[in-house]
């Protein structure tokens, strides 16, 4: 699993990077106003699992999935700290592919 750095985005703006998304996924660091960007250059669509740490009365949350078409781009976000971050206040997030898949973690300043 790879890490992605976040990218603070100023008042002056930024060149965003996005990097090759990891085949045994990405994780970032969530302060609950990160947001996750999935550009998908392939030419089919994916699932993107952002997986849950939290449970309810015993039973675990079901994992977040958002599904990016193909050609298509997604800016992933609202992630509650206590829903997603793991003990180490990290998002894991998994892919159904990863060919011609982009991503990168974003906050504003």
Do not use: C
């Not at 603070?8 to 996924?25: E, H």
């Not at 015993?58 to 829903?83: H, M, P, S």
């Amino acid at each position: 699993m790879a890490t992605l750095a976040i990218q603070t985005i100023s008042k002056a703006g930024i060149v965003p990077s996005l990097g090759a998304a990891a085949g045994g996924g990405d994780e970032f660091a969530n302060d609950g106003e990160t947001f996750l960007w999935v550009n998908n250059g392939g030419g089919g669509n994916i699932t993107v699992t952002l997986v849950t740490q939290a449970t309810v009365d015993g039973l675990a949350v079901a994992d977040r999935t958002v599904t990016v078409n193909a050609g298509q781009q997604k800016f992933i976000g609202d992630l509650e700290k206590a829903i997603y971050n793991d003990t180490n206040g990290r998002v894991q997030v998994t892919y159904s592919g990863v060919t011609s898949v982009t991503v990168g973690a974003f906050r504003a300043s």
